[in-house]
């Protein structure tokens, strides 16, 4: 297994130092509940409209049914279940006609981060803190009273870019285990010739849902062992103050993580300290395909969350527009 | 109640017969899913970026929980049930450490078309078929085989024309049944200074929902009377060449319905006959404002669908950019 | 409003002092959890069979659909939804025929107690508390770690008494707020010449549901104002030592409460402190009648909850037998 | 594999002679909804007292939760979602304090025959037809609006006899496969000394469950290979004229099925013609073990189930009481 860092295991008190260190609390006052959405501004929403030059349109969605990546790895999550409240069938059988109209109408269940996904920064809890450093009991039964993915329903609009660590390293897809560090997004940026801006939407692409669908099964990809963003780039996105971070997988950080002493250590800093917007399952293959043809690899994105009222996640259809 | 147009009933006689003269059957080849969508071409694209010259964001989404405009009136449609399965609260109670990590997580059940949605073109048949011909019966309890919204996921992206007709007319709201014309169409582009094109995203303001939420109650918003669309113009939305309509209401067309003989005589028509995609329940308030303000009526429009496999509809949160 | 008992409000002290008079914690062992559904021993399941007398059943549940009481008055409880996961018209449209079998199949969501129901043990708290002394926090959005429904699923068996209190003061229904006294329990117990026993499954008829259903609208049944027992039958049980009580109405006492500090003060002492197994939302009227026509008050009862693991509740279909 | 009957695959034209001569079509009426439930009569419900002699009680289901025996070999069934509506952490937490009581409150989310469960009249068609010749278009997305699960609620009582066949077998679980036939059904009450009566609720063991729950997965139990009844059973079920009949597997019938030409030509025939009603997926282990102790294959027979307006099915607690 290639991490390709330091391969020693780091402490809580590292990790709590670098959640100091990257913490935003306070920085856009004491009520924000947007966090590092709040870098893209009226410039970054223009930035985003110059980006669409060719007139090629990609969604990064993958597609919500019973075939999807959950395999009960993790938590009480379960892929979507879409069932019908009237059909074509019935429309036929005459079922319908007193009402006067033939139609089919459906509906679905589904846990908010069952597929393509924004978490919402109420996702995440570091001890009994959330985002901005809003109390966790605030999120109960009846959804997050703070931090709700409603809060940035307009925000999810910019300038993005994508890092496609995969192409870069001349691989399909990196390893399980395998750790992106940020000289590899650097070195990724400037092979591609792109540069990231603040307020971007960084994509970063691992190559590791393509391997699941070349395989025809997702096995360990929700929750299992993956590829993904080392602990160090928790400082490099704040350095960059980009908007948010999306991959190919399931929990953007490598798995198995770089400490025994907690899970998803990324997140516990990323998510709470640093309110960084995180996307997650995002399918990249056709626009990654595209990049690497036409050596463009900035677009605008944009990737609209439901507004499911106290939500700590939403479904997501997102579009790269070139 | 002004209806401002012929107020005779029309029979089904006349609505079969505009139901051909508007059809776009085999328009795009017989293996067609996507309708009028496919009036969004590469040019579209490229005007719909030119449209963001003041880096302004809105969300035309009404945010989707219990408190929806769901009242039982109309098929077995339901407000949003999102419940949590996991809080912040057991966060704290500590009952989570034993997993090294603190979070939320939550799910949702909904109606595709319980709030700000699209339809797929597999919603509404005419007779026993579907748009482009295909069989209504392809729409069973496995969902729609053909036409279902996955086929349009990419598609959801263009120039957007906001249509004020309220405030064209002068007032908060257009009363239930009042019809909206093809010259109300014109005139109020017209006194808008803004032109139609071939590929836009139309939406259409009555104040409909505006009316219900400063009354703080939705009544018979979902599936009672309603202001919307005449039936003619299905004529004018076809001459136009447009890829989408969309209202502030729960179904585009005027009710009462101008016929007795059937219901949502227009549904018949644009759906399966025309192809064209329609979005519905869509939260215009602040948009149509900065409008007023700016005088600009154009943007760029995206409405990412969930690409729910085989759904005949999907709730979506539309953005508009200027 | 007749409440026939004193009116005078009652304080939080005198409920905690009350509450540690009908405390049961400990009584069978301190990892008890059935609570009184201890006293069903052998002899009350040979007491239930001798009940057998003239081959009578009687269904107490309320059917489960969309027309339930649930009006969103209280939590988020809304009635049943069933949706069908295949159906006939699937079945003669002939899409299910390569599998060789045509059938249908269905699904249901619904709160635990959205109708006729049993109330688990963990269902409420007192203070930190739940029944015989765990820990609330064993509750979580995992569900109930102790005192779920189904640590009783073989329990639900006894001899049943119903007590007809709305036709033994010889009115249709009780009136809202109208209190069930301990008087009130022994009268009817002796007009009706049934004896109370240990162990037995007591049904206490106020008319309230039928009252709604003969209105054909639900108003406050499901959290408003309702007859209902008075917070001093919870003494009347403790000394009866039955097995469990159930109810006409949405939540056994009456309401508004007889205390302004807190809420359901008779919920508060005899689910977590006494470990009352508590059934709601019965349908009394075809048994009631045939009581008054036999007079014979006693019969068989059963009501196996469904053993949803770690549940709080279960919708059951009593069974009241002869 | 042992099928201890003749191997010959049979044809459809012996299934529809089989189906003739089986039917019960009419028998009780046009009107009928209830099949041979009809068979319960006081009489029935009076013998099912009487085997009440020791005071023993137990329950026959299978707790519902994540860890059910769906694996998605058929159908789109899924394993129960139950998720929590408020929390004892939430409790803890103050948060509901202000509604002066502390509760948990939870719902579920579960296809009707996910687990232990009866099949309604309106599961299975034979062509166009459901039970009594009704149309099985009356079977659309709205639900049965005939043979619904909710027509017999108060029919599910009476005298329950277990005819353990792999006991009688000497074995822990016949194998899949392997079909019990008449001859089978018939020594088995021989050799435990239980007579068949008319209205009986026959309980077939085959160990099946027993062999998953041992082994600590379900493996294809829901839709795989499967020990079960032979074919020709239906004809001894008819003769006898019994209630129901029900077995510890998926399917009460052996697969692979004993013919090429469709799938589960049992349930073609005894449903559809027959009427008749039939439980799966019951937990046998303690009956059993119990009976074999005590030499007792009779007892009180009970499982109501839920009444789901126009459903095909219900999940069941069937209680055995001796």
Redesign the interface.
């Given at each position: 297994m290639t991490r390709r860092f330091d391969e020693k295991k780091f402490s809580m008190a590292h990790l709590r130092a670098v959640a100091e260190e990257v913490s935003n609390w306070g920085r856009w006052g004491p009520a924000d509940e947007m966090g590092t959405l709040n870098f893209v501004?009226?410039?970054?929403?223009?930035d985003?409209?110059?980006?669409?030059?060719?007139?090629?349109?990609?969604?990064l969605?993958?597609?919500?049914?019973?075939h999807g990546p959950q395999r009960?790895l993790w938590?009480?999550?379960?892929n979507?279940?879409?069932?019908?409240?009237?059909?074509?069938?019935?429309?036929?059988?005459?079922?319908q006609d007193a009402?006067?109209?033939?139609?089919?109408?459906?509906?679905?269940?589904?846990?908010?981060?069952c597929g393509t996904q924004w978490d919402a920064l109420?996702?995440?809890?570091?001890?009994?803190k959330?985002w901005n450093g809003y109390?966790?009991?605030?999120?109960?039964?009846?959804?997050?009273q703070r931090n709700g993915i409603?809060k940035v329903?307009?925000?999810?609009?910019g300038r993005g870019v994508l890092l496609d660590i995969a192409r870069h390293l001349g691989v399909a897809s990196l390893q399980d285990g395998e750790a992106i560090t940020n000289d590899d997004l650097d070195a990724a940026a400037k092979a591609q010739k792109v540069e990231i801006r603040r307020g971007d939407f960084v994509i970063v692409r691992t190559g590791h849902m393509e391997r699941c669908l070349a395989a025809g099964e997702w096995g360990g990809y929700a929750g299992g062992a993956a590829p993904g963003l080392a602990f160090e780039t928790c400082r490099w996105i704040h350095r960059r103050e980009i908007a948010a971070i999306c991959t190919d997988t399931w929990g953007c950080e490598v798995r198995p993580n770089e400490t025994d002493?907690?899970?998803?250590p990324w997140?516990?800093v990323v998510i709470p300290k640093m309110g960084l917007t995180m996307g997650e399952i995002f399918y990249l293959k056709d626009l990654a395909e595209d990049c690497a043809r036409d050596g463009v690899y900035e677009f605008?994105f944009?990737?609209?969350?439901?507004?499911?009222?106290?939500?700590?996640?939403s479904?997501?259809?997102?579009?790269a527009?070139k």
């Open positions: 501004q009226a410039q970054q929403i223009l985003a409209g110059r980006m669409v030059r060719q007139g090629k349109a990609f969604s969605g993958l597609n919500f049914d019973r009960g938590g009480n999550r379960f979507p279940i879409h069932t019908m409240l009237a059909t074509g069938t019935d429309a036929v059988s005459g079922a009402g006067g109209l033939r139609y089919a109408d459906d509906m679905v269940s589904l846990p908010l981060q109420g996702h995440i809890f570091f001890d009994d959330m109390d966790a009991k605030l999120v109960d039964s009846n959804g997050a409603e329903k307009h925000k999810m609009f002493d907690c899970t998803q997140h516990w605008l944009t990737a609209p969350p439901l507004p499911i009222t106290h939500a700590v996640g479904p997501i259809n997102p579009m527009v």
